[in-house]
């Protein structure tokens, strides 16, 4: 139970640090610091949120780590002040529940440090997970500058950490404890799903808004032009993406999608292309990509059986603990019809990718069964259509045949690749299909979303 002692003993702390310091502070003028305990790069919901927040005038600090570059429209925003967090390494001397406690009172104090030392803010605007420390130290500082706190509920911690430890181990129960006990303190709460906003209130006693994840306005469609630029970029350093045969014109301009015409200049699809398989991945323990790569394993079965279907390069994206692991499997295949490739995209290549692709693939498995995969909102707003595996409250998101196919294990899953690319690209079917309808369906924007949801609970209170 020493990470209980430890939890408990860093709560106190923080308590009496807040009622020592507590004064009579000037509110934040409207400013509004937008954290999470994470990469930001990484973190597209709260980059969209500080997005948000500047088009109204807000000043947003943003608050994270900068392990991987944000998007440039965040980094170029004049309204928008990155504040970085240093990462702090790893102890690894004893045990890792010790190891564990020793890691967030570190993070305590930096996080704490760091935010006391900023403009006080009016809102402080904080995803969770990870909430341990950061909903108890936000609260703090809260208390210090006399600010409101919103928590946005992406997931819980505690079931994040069930799938390392077990839902019964020590170590998740106090999580559990801590994120119901300082999650009720916050002033104003989002989250992402309406069975999250149940749970919520029925199991935290916590009041909730529902903020649908949405796509940003550069995930869209990609014109044939620009796909034909990405796809000669990538090229450079992935094999999947080079011409797969040689050209008759030594001077070509072509990739494994695409080429340039030489008489009109136009770029056209290559004829016999391969089809654009697409994943996108934090690499975690949520995501089990095994199902994947079995179902491709099928699937180059079926194409060696004589069934008319096409290459398929698969492309997989992200970063994340269990990248090597996978790559390690990747390796060991050994396909005549599949190519696979991990990259790493840069933020505004990202969106181009999805929106040139044939179909998209998503492998999330909530942890709590409760929050919906943001890379399958992406994709919708590209007009791709998703296979994506089944879990309590994606029927949120994904409409099995009508905007793409809900698939449990990876037999399903490579019944439906089979039956989505048989005859592709002359037959398209139901690939056609799903991309009219997701073209047709009329939703709200994220702007509009967060006009309608977030600024009435800033401007209530001013």
Not at 374 to 389: H, N, Q, R, S, T
Not at 399 to 414: M, P, Q, T
Request: hydrophobic share 40%; net charge neutral.
């Amino acid at each position: 139970m020493a990470a209980g002692g430890a939890t408990l003993a860093v709560a106190v702390v923080l308590v009496v640090a807040a009622a020592l310091w507590r004064r009579q502070a000037v509110r934040g003028a409207g400013r509004v610091c937008v954290a999470v305990l994470g990469d930001l790069g990484r973190s597209p919901r709260m980059q969209y949120h500080a997005l948000s927040l500047a088009r109204h005038g807000r000043g947003v600090a943003l608050l994270g780590y900068f392990q991987t570059r944000p998007h440039r429209d965040v980094l170029s925003s004049g309204e928008i002040r990155v504040v970085p967090l240093s990462e702090l390494r790893c102890l690894r001397v004893g045990p890792k529940l010790f190891q564990y406690v020793v890691k967030v009172v570190a993070q305590t104090v930096q996080l704490l440090y760091t935010m006391l030392r900023m403009d006080p803010p009016s809102y402080v605007l904080l995803q969770n997970p990870p909430g341990l420390p950061s909903i108890a130290v936000a609260w703090v500082a809260c208390l210090f500058w006399r600010s409101k706190l919103i928590i946005d509920w992406h997931n819980y911690g505690y079931t994040i950490m069930s799938l390392n430890h077990g839902r019964n181990h020590p170590l998740v129960l106090i999580a559990k404890w801590y994120e119901k006990l300082f999650g009720r303190l916050s002033d104003y709460n989002l989250c992402v799903t309406d069975a999250m906003k149940e749970d919520l209130w029925v199991n935290c006693n916590i009041k909730a808004v529902t903020l649908y994840d949405r796509p940003a306005s550069y995930f869209k469609e990609t014109p044939l032009e620009l796909q034909h630029q990405l796809y000669l970029k990538l090229a450079k350093d992935y094999e999947p993406f080079k011409p797969h045969t040689e050209s008759v014109s030594w001077n070509a301009e072509r990739s494994a999608f695409t080429e340039r015409d030489e008489k009109s200049g136009d770029v056209i699809k290559s004829r016999g292309r391969p089809a654009l398989l697409i994943s996108s991945t934090s690499w975690t323990e949520d995501e089990d990509f095994s199902v994947l790569l079995k179902a491709l394993e099928d699937y180059e079965q079926y194409v060696n059986e004589g069934v008319k279907l096409p290459a398929l390069v698969c492309v997989i994206t992200g970063k994340g603990p269990l990248k090597e692991y996978y790559n390690g499997l990747i390796k060991k295949l050994h396909f005549k019809h599949i190519q696979i490739c991990t990259p790493w995209l840069e933020a505004e290549d990202y969106p181009v990718l999805l929106g040139s692709a044939d179909l998209g693939v998503c492998l999330h498995k909530s942890s709590s069964g409760l929050d919906l995969p943001m890379k399958v909102v992406d994709m919708f707003g590209c007009c791709l259509p998703v296979c994506a595996i089944y879990f309590e409250c994606l029927h949120e998101l994904v409409k099995h045949n009508e905007n793409g196919l809900i698939f449990r294990d990876s037999h399903e899953l490579a019944e439906q690749l089979k039956m989505l690319f048989l005859g592709f690209p002359t037959l398209e079917g139901k690939l056609q299909l799903f991309r009219k309808n997701l073209r047709a369906s009329k939703q709200l924007s994220w702007d509009e979303s967060w006009d309608h949801t977030v600024l009435p609970l800033l401007s209530q209170t001013e």
